[in-house]
């Protein structure tokens, strides 16, 4: 298994990561990333105490998104918390791989790890049992210190989405969760319980540390006396202290994993944890997180390592050596002389026992104007007037203490929202004490980055294209995600507990000395989220579009990175957010329009899109028995030039569907893409912060083939952008709004308007832009951009029937005409109407209609300059020299 | 009931760039010699790869890859053969497939053979005379043709197309001497020693000069003596020239490392000296650009390997936290090494970064800007100072005071003009660069207020130990082919050594210019790795630069 291919290929809506060794850099720059590109933004980590508290010290290399971008809790076990896990959730299944892998480099790649990977869904539920104590023991987990509240709420919401992770089924017959806390008595207790009267022969043990005495070994091969013990490890690296060795029972022998193939000697570290038992007639095994130590397999309630194993059972005793390909090598191997060899143990430190610390903090969240830090027992006898939190460049005297909390009053600007690890300090037993550092959750931060997220990562993957040279269901599933975030209606009440907010109407319903709070489960991915523009939207489309255009914008244009965190977020800030989270208005709640984004096709529409494609495809193949299959990626592949352009294309169509006289033409099945295309159209809108779509080319492969419906489609989305684009007034936009439309007018010449509004309709419903432009609206914003878009068609004709791009570099270079300035309008038969962005040299161009990255530039003789023939510049003729002064004029020039 | 499985480990690389300092390089230099690359040494083969396939269209005419591929693969081997047994003073330095075809020739001689197997020495397993599915055309030369605009690469296309020009140079090939006598030969299985050491007579890779319609042509092409105004075909031309002028001005000859050090310091190894041409100057300076950015990757990289040396044996004490390494940074430099002594006797741990820039800008000289080797500090000096291999588990102060001495040293250069890439790349360009001279401008404001001690941990802690973890990431999560780079992991806050890797400065294409030069006749081999003018260079030179001086 590749775990590094296993997180591309899932699309959870919720993760929950359970490690003891933690990397933050690979963790934020890998797992947390991909899972977050493919819509899982809901991600909370489980790490042990004090490794969490290694990774936020200063000096060391800190997370830096932990607590905006993603939720982590220090697990306080009273030795270790120790297992590692990947709960990976959706609404309807589960995936659960559990091992021996820290959520680090060498974990995730390198080392040799040993999983199991469990599967949910409602058709598969053998395991389910399974999922549901893991989610126990995640709260057994939770449980041990003083959680963060935002943390806890997020755990209940994840139980509200995903109901069945609740419910207790029967468990399997041949598979058990073996867990600390949680589980009655140790693993090894469990394990034995399980084992019942079966008598154990044969004991394979593989593990890289064991106790300094091998007292945890010592009880194993005592607990199985009559088996023969066979300890498979890494002589160099393993940490068996080769003195205690002789003192072993004596059914128990070494040898070495290179033996069988594994741990490759000196490259490899081997890290896999697994305990093989066989009997006459079954073979167990027991593998996950727990080591051969007492803290591990043998701590009594309260005491040891949280540890979380998997045991298995099969009713063919060699079954798991098989599994593991070991079989057949084992029987063959001579033993080595442990005691002999110089291994990787080391003496622990005497290190005298600290005294409890005065405070001890676990967890703490930054919520408005407040930070509040959840703590463990403290001693008695603390100054509580010494008591202050650090942050990076600010302390904090502690305003309230409450039971198992500490509240902080945070002056407006005083913390950066992107910092989000603090320690608490005071005087104690005379000196300064300072805690180990902790996280905080900026529940703002989480807010924007764990809903807002969904679209911004869409939006961002769709922008680097990486979806569409690759697999289409991820931006399904990605698009689909967004959209069940989005709101199912009007907006339902809040809980009566939750603080409520300020209503859109402009009242103020609370003091302003208590922050108002947004309910975490709220925003969190639940069908009662209002996100800031909704309800916004009642007001005018027009007047909403910026709104909109800004909440996309802002999601978009946000860089994982700190340093632009949400002080630069125009839209969301906290007026409007509680404009939007007004429950207890009525009036507001009725006054909502409808306003769905497709709200109620979200869920379908993974489905539905793959489907299509996936019929689509099978009839192809049908036809096309004798060539290589077509693949769904071949299937829809969208290609995207210069930003602008889209092409739906589709493999060469197999020769009987081919004309057989003439040009061969590829067909397209528009009705069995159409809603397809509508969505694709949608996602591209928004990835393109609303920008216009320039160009819509619908091309079956290299030769368009256009029916009507594809022809109308197109005028009608060209339109509706060139319309929407309306509200800007920049002579950019302008110029994008008519140089769209003179390509709509010259396709809808022969078009009715009554009949394009018609479409533009359908268009605005079927892709969900009511919020930007209500179908009523429609017809007004056309006949605005169709003036625009006349002028512009005259001036095309004017210009084509000059000649073709050739015919104008003659000209050009006959008349001596000059290289254009930045900013001169210029037109070209292919490229349409644009202008020039920049001089590059060397008479090249950059345009400002061409956002493709890689452009090289334009040579600026193969242009018609409108600005400098309206200027007075050598011209064909007067009729051209009047229809660029039009277009000038038009676009405010 | 699920079982268990193992992880599969994801396949390690060495990789290169490990910090992501080099690929800025890589645009330098392939601005300032565009169009060539660092493996296509020989200039016969830009006429042979067009004549490869302008006969296959002739002869073959099917467009399937694979076909295009063995007959293509068939010609390469048959001239390497061919160049490989024409005669002692054949250079075969650049053919390709040449160390295969070595060892053949040393077995067939000891087997007293007389004829070659060419059938199967062309095929694509391995071991036999080049791995590449396209042979060396495919991996050196095809983007190298399509960037002089000989090929054009079309999508989807098996073959590539000639353009104007390839159909020239392929033309110019066919009339060469032996041209005939190779195209013969492609059809053959097997072909005898004898005749393709005849072919070899007229058609090696040296023998280019034999030829005046190809040689002239390529000259033309590679040295842009009709002035083509395109700017990468004029850099192209400027470069070869500079390189011609410094086989002119430099003792004994031009080699690489003393071009790197002649157009930065515009000194020769001795200290003397060098003038270059008025009208090369833009060139000089965007050299000295490219070699000041190389100055940079230096104390860099060698501040990575000294902490990848040092890692393994901190890991077995258990003092492998980034805090423990940082604080043995700071320990080492406490023991202040002679140039420091002598040269900035004030200079502590302590002493603050900026107060460190000032005194070390006093002995750089006054102008500052103009590097200076005979100076008691340089860039030479301090890079010598690092690649002295100091090894083991405690950082040595030697290499942080000369890692120190040179970043300050490229600080002080670059804040004169405050734009350090400007005559070499456009800002579109230098902005895109993930760590460079202006990062480390940037950051002299944040250096300013630490001790040199502090300092020293923050460049390590930023520009390795942080940047070696995004880079390695980088490529793990977004190639496209996967890459498992990491020289150590971090786990649990410690940092484990994975493995060490060989590092070596980028290779600017200047070697390859010189190999081109040697076959047009312009250049030629001279003592200790050198190249000097021939007559032809000579003229040639000063047809094209009346006023080189002596």
Same mark, same amino acid.
């Given at each position: 298994?590749?775990?590094?291919?296993?997180?591309?290929?899932?699309?959870?809506?919720?993760?929950?990561?359970?490690?003891?060794?933690?990397?933050?850099?690979?963790?934020?720059?890998?797992?947390?990333?991909?899972?977050?590109?493919?819509?899982?933004?809901?991600?909370?980590?489980?790490?042990?105490?004090?490794?969490?508290?290694?990774?936020?010290?200063?000096?060391?290399?800190?997370?830096?998104?932990?607590?905006?971008?993603?939720?982590?809790?220090?697990?306080?076990?009273?030795?270790?918390?120790?297992?590692?896990?990947?709960?990976?959730?959706?609404?309807?299944?589960?995936?659960?791989?559990?091992?021996?892998?820290?959520?680090?480099?060498?974990?995730?790649?390198?080392?040799?790890?040993?999983?199991?990977?469990?599967?949910?869904?409602?058709?598969?539920?053998?395991?389910?049992?399974?999922?549901?104590?893991?989610?126990?023991?995640?709260?057994?987990?939770?449980?041990?210190?003083?959680?963060?509240?935002?943390?806890?709420?997020?755990?209940?919401?994840?139980?509200?989405?995903?109901?069945?992770?609740?419910?207790?089924?029967?468990?399997?017959?041949?598979?058990?969760?073996?867990?600390?806390?949680?589980?009655?008595?140790?693993?090894?207790?469990?394990?034995?319980?399980?084992?019942?009267?079966?008598?154990?022969?044969?004991?394979?043990?593989?593990?890289?540390?064991?106790?300094?005495?091998?007292?945890?070994?010592?009880?194993?091969?005592?607990?199985?006396?009559?088996?023969?013990?066979?300890?498979?490890?890494?002589?160099?690296?393993?940490?068996?202290?080769?003195?205690?060795?002789?003192?072993?029972?004596?059914?128990?022998?070494?040898?070495?994993?290179?033996?069988?193939?594994?741990?490759?000697?000196?490259?490899?570290?081997?890290?896999?944890?697994?305990?093989?038992?066989?009997?006459?007639?079954?073979?167990?095994?027991?593998?996950?997180?727990?080591?051969?130590?007492?803290?591990?397999?043998?701590?009594?309630?309260?005491?040891?390592?949280?540890?979380?194993?998997?045991?298995?059972?099969?009713?063919?005793?060699?079954?798991?050596?098989?599994?593991?390909?070991?079989?057949?090598?084992?029987?063959?191997?001579?033993?080595?002389?442990?005691?002999?060899?110089?291994?990787?143990?080391?003496?622990?430190?005497?290190?005298?026992?600290?005294?409890?610390?005065?405070?001890?903090?676990?967890?703490?969240?930054?919520?408005?104007?407040?930070?509040?830090?959840?703590?463990?027992?403290?001693?008695?006898?603390?100054?509580?007037?010494?008591?202050?939190?650090?942050?990076?460049?600010?302390?904090?005297?502690?305003?309230?203490?409450?039971?198992?909390?500490?509240?902080?009053?945070?002056?407006?600007?005083?913390?950066?929202?992107?910092?989000?690890?603090?320690?608490?300090?005071?005087?104690?037993?005379?000196?300064?004490?300072?805690?180990?550092?902790?996280?905080?959750?900026?529940?703002?931060?989480?807010?924007?980055?764990?809903?807002?997220?969904?679209?911004?990562?869409?939006?961002?993957?769709?922008?680097?294209?990486?979806?569409?040279?690759?697999?289409?269901?991820?931006?399904?599933?990605?698009?689909?995600?967004?959209?069940?975030?989005?709101?199912?209606?009007?907006?339902?009440?809040?809980?009566?507990?939750?603080?409520?907010?300020?209503?859109?109407?402009?009242?103020?319903?609370?003091?302003?000395?208590?922050?108002?709070?947004?309910?975490?489960?709220?925003?969190?991915?639940?069908? &009662?989220? $209002? =996100? @800031?523009?909704?309800?916004? %939207? +009642?007001?005018? *489309?027009?007047?909403?579009?910026?709104?909109?255009?800004? #909440?996309?914008?802002?999601?978009?244009?946000?860089?994982?990175?700190?340093?632009?965190?949400?002080?630069?977020?125009?839209?969301?800030?906290?007026?409007?957010?509680?404009?939007?989270?007004?429950?207890?208005?009525?009036?507001?709640? &009725?006054? $909502? =329009? @409808?306003?769905?984004?497709? %709200? +109620?096709?979200? *869920?379908?529409?993974?489905?539905?899109?793959?489907?299509? #494609?996936?019929?689509?495809?099978?009839?192809?193949?049908?036809?096309?028995?004798?060539?290589?299959?077509?693949?769904?990626?071949?299937?829809?592949?969208?290609?995207?030039?210069?930003?602008?352009?889209?092409?739906?294309?589709?493999? &060469?169509?197999?020769?009987?569907?081919?004309?057989?006289?003439?040009?061969?033409?590829?067909?397209?099945?528009?009705?069995?893409?159409?809603?397809?295309?509508?969505?694709?159209?949608?996602?591209?809108?928004?990835?393109?912060?609303?920008?216009?779509?320039?160009?819509?080319?619908?091309?079956?492969?290299?030769?368009?083939?256009?029916?009507?419906?594809?022809?109308?489609?197109?005028?009608?989305?060209?339109?509706?952008?060139?319309?929407?684009?309306?509200?800007?007034?920049?002579?950019?936009?302008?110029?994008?709004?008519?140089?769209?439309?003179?390509?709509?007018?010259?396709?809808?010449?022969?078009?009715?308007?009554?009949?394009?509004?018609?479409?533009?309709?359908?268009?605005?419903?079927?892709?969900?832009?009511?919020?930007?432009?209500?179908?009523?609206?429609?017809?007004?914003?056309?006949?605005?951009?169709?003036?625009?878009?006349?002028?512009?068609?005259?001036?095309?004709?004017?210009?084509?029937?000059?000649?073709?791009?050739?015919?104008?570099?003659?000209?050009?270079?006959?008349?001596?005409?000059?290289?254009?300035?930045?900013?001169?309008?210029?037109?070209?038969?292919?490229?349409?109407?644009?202008?020039?962005?920049?001089?590059?040299?060397?008479?090249?161009?950059?345009?400002?209609?061409?956002?493709?990255?890689?452009?090289?530039?334009?040579?600026?003789?193969?242009?018609?300059?409108?600005?400098?023939?309206?200027?007075?510049?050598?011209?064909?003729?007067?009729?051209?020299?009047?229809?660029?002064?039009?277009?000038?004029?038009?676009?405010?020039? | 009931?699920?079982?268990?499985?193992?992880?599969?480990?994801?396949?390690?690389?060495?990789?290169?760039?490990?910090?992501?300092?080099?690929?800025?390089?890589?645009?330098?230099?392939?601005?300032?010699?565009?169009?060539?690359?660092?493996?296509?040494?020989?200039?016969?083969?830009?006429?042979?790869?067009?004549?490869?396939?302008?006969?296959?269209?002739?002869?073959?005419?099917?467009?399937?890859?694979?076909?295009?591929?063995?007959?293509?693969?068939?010609?390469?081997?048959?001239?390497?053969?061919?160049?490989?047994?024409?005669?002692?003073?054949?250079?075969?330095?650049?053919?390709?497939?040449?160390?295969?075809?070595?060892?053949?020739?040393?077995?067939?001689?000891?087997?007293?053979?007389?004829?070659?197997?060419?059938?199967?020495?062309?095929?694509?397993?391995?071991?036999?005379?080049?791995?590449?599915?396209?042979?060396?055309?495919?991996?050196?030369?095809?983007?190298?043709?399509?960037?002089?605009?000989?090929?054009?690469?079309?999508?989807?296309?098996?073959?590539?197309?000639?353009?104007?020009?390839?159909?020239?140079?392929?033309?110019?090939?066919?009339?060469?001497?032996?041209?005939?006598?190779?195209?013969?030969?492609?059809?053959?299985?097997?072909?005898?020693?004898?005749?393709?050491?005849?072919?070899?007579?007229?058609?090696?890779?040296?023998?280019?000069?034999?030829?005046?319609?190809?040689?002239?042509?390529?000259?033309?092409?590679?040295?842009?003596?009709?002035?083509?105004?395109?700017?990468?075909?004029?850099?192209?031309?400027?470069?070869?020239?500079?390189?011609?002028?410094?086989?002119?001005?430099?003792?004994?000859?031009?080699?690489?490392?003393?071009?790197?050090?002649?157009?930065?310091?515009?000194?020769?190894?001795?200290?003397?000296?060098?003038?270059?041409?008025?009208?090369?100057?833009?060139?000089?300076?965007?050299?000295?650009?490219?070699?000041?950015?190389?100055?940079?990757?230096?104390?860099?990289?060698?501040?990575?390997?000294?902490?990848?040396?040092?890692?393994?044996?901190?890991?077995?004490?258990?003092?492998?936290?980034?805090?423990?390494?940082?604080?043995?940074?700071?320990?080492?430099?406490?023991?202040?090494?002679?140039?420091?002594?002598?040269?900035?006797?004030?200079?502590?741990?302590?002493?603050?970064?900026?107060?460190?820039?000032?005194?070390?800008?006093?002995?750089?000289?006054?102008?500052?800007?103009?590097?200076?080797?005979?100076?008691?500090?340089?860039?030479?000096?301090?890079?010598?100072?690092?690649?002295?291999?100091?090894?083991?588990?405690?950082?040595?102060?030697?290499?942080?005071?000369?890692?120190?001495?040179?970043?300050?040293?490229?600080?002080?250069?670059?804040?004169?003009?405050?734009?350090?890439?400007?005559?070499?790349?456009?800002?579109?360009?230098?902005?895109?660069?993930?760590?460079?001279?202006?990062?480390?401008?940037?950051?002299?404001?944040?250096?300013?207020?630490?001790?040199?001690?502090?300092?020293?941990?923050?460049?390590?802690?930023?520009?390795?130990?942080?940047?070696?973890?995004?880079?390695?990431?980088?490529?793990?999560?977004?190639?496209?082919?996967?890459?498992?780079?990491?020289?150590?992991?971090?786990?649990?806050?410690?940092?484990?050594?994975?493995?060490?890797?060989?590092?070596?400065?980028?290779?600017?294409?200047?070697?390859?210019?010189?190999?081109?030069?040697?076959?047009?006749?312009?250049?030629?081999?001279?003592?200790?790795?050198?190249?000097?003018?021939?007559?032809?260079?000579?003229?040639?030179?000063?047809?094209?630069?009346?006023?080189?001086?002596?």
């Amino acid at each position: 298994m590749r775990l590094l291919d296993f997180l591309r290929s899932v699309r959870p809506t919720h993760a929950v990561i359970g490690t003891y060794a933690f990397d933050p850099g690979f963790y934020e720059g890998y797992v947390l990333r991909h899972l977050r590109a493919q819509g899982c933004a809901s991600q909370l980590l489980l790490i042990d105490h004090d490794c969490l508290a290694g990774t936020l010290e200063e000096c060391g290399l800190p997370p830096t998104l932990m607590g905006t971008h993603y939720l982590a809790q220090g697990i306080r076990a009273s030795r270790a918390f120790h297992p590692k896990f990947l709960l990976l959730l959706s609404r309807e299944s589960g995936e659960l791989i559990l091992g021996s892998s820290n959520l680090t480099v060498p974990g995730y790649t390198h080392n040799d790890e040993l999983l199991v990977h469990l599967h949910y869904q409602p058709d598969d539920a053998a395991h389910l049992a399974l999922f549901q104590q893991c989610w126990r023991y995640i709260q057994s987990c939770l449980a041990l210190q003083p959680s963060s509240e935002v943390v806890l709420n997020h755990c209940r919401q994840i139980g509200v989405e995903c109901p069945w992770l609740l419910a207790e089924s029967a468990p399997p017959e041949d598979s058990w969760l073996l867990g600390r806390p949680g589980g009655e008595g140790g693993i090894a207790n469990q394990l034995v319980s399980v084992l019942g009267g079966d008598a154990i022969r044969r004991v394979t043990i593989m593990a890289p540390y064991f106790d300094p005495d091998l007292s945890a070994l010592t009880r194993l091969a005592k607990a199985f006396s009559d088996a023969d013990v066979r300890v498979l490890v890494q002589p160099t690296r393993c940490t068996v202290n080769p003195k205690r060795v002789p003192a072993l029972p004596q059914n128990v022998r070494f040898f070495d994993l290179a033996d069988v193939g594994r741990g490759e000697p000196g490259a490899r570290f081997f890290h896999a944890k697994c305990i093989l038992l066989e009997s006459r007639t079954r073979s167990y095994c027991l593998m996950g997180s727990a080591n051969i130590s007492v803290a591990a397999l043998y701590a009594p309630h309260h005491q040891g390592n949280a540890e979380l194993c998997l045991l298995s059972r099969h009713d063919d005793p060699k079954h798991f050596q098989s599994v593991l390909d070991i079989n057949g090598k084992l029987d063959k191997l001579t033993p080595i002389n442990m005691a002999a060899v110089k291994t990787a143990y080391s003496p622990a430190a005497d290190i005298p026992p600290l005294d409890p610390p005065p405070l001890q903090p676990t967890a703490a969240e930054h919520d408005g104007k407040q930070i509040r830090v959840f703590c463990g027992p403290h001693a008695a006898g603390i100054a509580w007037d010494t008591v202050q939190l650090r942050l990076l460049k600010t302390t904090l005297p502690v305003r309230q203490s409450i039971a198992g909390e500490l509240r902080f009053s945070v002056p407006e600007g005083s913390v950066s929202d992107g910092f989000t690890i603090g320690r608490l300090t005071c005087r104690w037993k005379g000196k300064d004490w300072c805690s180990t550092p902790f996280v905080i959750h900026n529940i703002a931060a989480l807010q924007r980055n764990v809903q807002a997220g969904r679209l911004g990562k869409l939006a961002g993957y769709m922008r680097r294209g990486t979806f569409l040279s690759g697999d289409l269901s991820a931006m399904a599933s990605l698009m689909a995600e967004m959209l069940s975030g989005f709101p199912q209606g009007a907006p339902k009440p809040v809980q009566p507990a939750a603080p409520t907010a300020k209503p859109s109407s402009g009242q103020s319903s609370q003091p302003a000395a208590e922050p108002v709070r947004v309910p975490y489960e709220e925003f969190l991915t639940g069908s &009662e989220h $209002q =996100p @800031a523009w909704v309800s916004k %939207a +009642s007001y005018s *489309a027009h007047s909403d579009l910026d709104a909109y255009l800004r #909440l996309i914008a802002s999601a978009i244009a946000r860089p994982t990175g700190n340093e632009n965190e949400p002080s630069a977020e125009p839209v969301l800030d906290e007026q409007e957010e509680d404009e939007s989270e007004d429950p207890q208005d009525p009036g507001t709640e &009725e006054e $909502q =329009p @409808a306003t769905p984004v497709r %709200a +109620s096709e979200a *869920a379908q529409f993974q489905k539905r899109f793959l489907g299509l #494609l996936e019929r689509y495809r099978e009839e192809l193949n049908q036809r096309n028995r004798l060539k290589e299959p077509l693949s769904l990626r071949d299937m829809g592949k969208l290609i995207v030039i210069g930003q602008t352009t889209l092409f739906f294309c589709c493999k &060469e169509l197999p020769a009987d569907l081919q004309p057989k006289k003439g040009k061969k033409r590829h067909f397209l099945e528009w009705d069995q893409v159409r809603e397809s295309l509508q969505d694709i159209l949608h996602c591209w809108f928004l990835s393109n912060r609303g920008r216009l779509i320039d160009r819509v080319m619908i091309e079956p492969s290299e030769h368009a083939y256009r029916t009507a419906e594809i022809e109308y489609f197109v005028v009608t989305v060209g339109l509706l952008a060139a319309a929407v684009r309306r509200v800007s007034d920049t002579s950019f936009d302008r110029l994008l709004v008519a140089a769209t439309h003179w390509r709509s007018c010259v396709h809808s010449a022969q078009l009715q308007e009554g009949e394009v509004t018609l479409r533009a309709r359908r268009v605005i419903e079927n892709l969900g832009l009511m919020p930007i432009m209500h179908p009523d609206a429609w017809q007004v914003a056309f006949r605005g951009a169709a003036g625009l878009g006349r002028t512009f068609a005259a001036a095309q004709k004017a210009l084509r029937g000059f000649g073709d791009g050739a015919a104008w570099l003659k000209f050009n270079k006959a008349q001596g005409v000059g290289i254009p300035q930045a900013g001169d309008v210029l037109w070209n038969p292919r490229i349409g109407f644009t202008s020039v962005a920049e001089l590059l040299g060397g008479n090249k161009i950059s345009l400002s209609t061409d956002w493709n990255d890689e452009s090289k530039g334009y040579i600026a003789g193969n242009f018609a300059n409108l600005s400098a023939m309206a200027r007075g510049g050598p011209c064909p003729n007067a009729s051209i020299r009047q229809a660029c002064q039009a277009v000038l004029a038009a676009i405010g020039r | 009931m699920a079982d268990p499985v193992w992880l599969q480990k994801e396949p390690e690389s060495v990789g290169r760039d490990q910090l992501g300092v080099q690929a800025a390089s890589q645009t330098l230099y392939a601005r300032l010699l565009p169009g060539i690359r660092n493996l296509t040494k020989r200039a016969r083969y830009y006429t042979f790869y067009p004549w490869v396939i302008e006969t296959y269209a002739r002869r073959v005419g099917i467009k399937n890859e694979q076909r295009f591929n063995q007959y293509l693969r068939r010609a390469e081997y048959i001239l390497t053969l061919a160049t490989a047994l024409q005669g002692e003073d054949e250079d075969t330095t650049g053919a390709i497939g040449i160390r295969y075809v070595t060892r053949l020739l040393d077995d067939i001689g000891r087997r007293d053979a007389t004829q070659i197997d060419i059938e199967t020495g062309a095929n694509k397993p391995k071991d036999n005379y080049f791995i590449a599915t396209r042979g060396g055309y495919g991996i050196y030369y095809v983007a190298s043709l399509a960037d002089l605009g000989i090929i054009e690469i079309r999508p989807g296309e098996p073959i590539e197309r000639l353009r104007p020009l390839g159909q020239k140079l392929a033309a110019t090939f066919a009339q060469a001497p032996g041209a005939a006598a190779l195209e013969a030969a492609l059809d053959a299985p097997r072909l005898p020693i004898k005749e393709l050491r005849t072919l070899g007579t007229s058609i090696s890779l040296s023998r280019l000069s034999a030829h005046p319609e190809e040689h002239e042509l390529l000259a033309e092409m590679l040295l842009n003596t009709t002035q083509d105004p395109a700017e990468e075909h004029q850099a192209r031309r400027r470069s070869f020239l500079l390189v011609l002028t410094a086989a002119k001005l430099l003792r004994g000859g031009v080699s690489v490392e003393e071009f790197r050090h002649g157009v930065y310091f515009e000194q020769d190894f001795g200290g003397g000296t060098i003038a270059w041409p008025k009208s090369l100057r833009s060139t000089v300076n965007g050299w000295r650009v490219y070699q000041q950015h190389e100055y940079f990757n230096q104390p860099l990289h060698y501040l990575f390997r000294q902490l990848l040396d040092a890692l393994p044996s901190l890991e077995v004490k258990n003092q492998n936290s980034w805090a423990d390494y940082a604080t043995r940074i700071q320990d080492a430099l406490r023991e202040r090494p002679e140039w420091v002594r002598d040269a900035l006797p004030e200079v502590t741990a302590n002493t603050r970064w900026t107060q460190f820039l000032t005194m070390l800008a006093a002995t750089l000289g006054e102008n500052v800007e103009l590097p200076n080797r005979n100076r008691p500090v340089s860039e030479q000096s301090l890079g010598d100072i690092l690649q002295q291999p100091a090894t083991g588990e405690e950082p040595a102060g030697s290499t942080l005071w000369a890692a120190l001495g040179m970043l300050g040293t490229l600080a002080i250069r670059a804040r004169v003009s405050g734009r350090p890439y400007a005559n070499a790349v456009p800002p579109s360009a230098s902005q895109r660069f993930g760590l460079g001279l202006d990062h480390l401008l940037r950051d002299c404001s944040t250096l300013g207020g630490l001790t040199l001690a502090d300092a020293a941990v923050w460049l390590v802690e930023q520009y390795v130990v942080r940047r070696h973890l995004q880079v390695a990431l980088r490529k793990l999560s977004f190639q496209r082919q996967r890459q498992n780079t990491f020289k150590f992991f971090v786990e649990n806050g410690r940092l484990r050594f994975r493995r060490n890797f060989p590092f070596g400065a980028t290779t600017p294409r200047v070697g390859s210019a010189i190999l081109m030069l040697i076959d047009l006749g312009l250049l030629e081999k001279a003592e200790a790795g050198r190249h000097r003018l021939t007559v032809a260079g000579q003229k040639l030179l000063q047809q094209s630069l009346a006023a080189v001086t002596v």
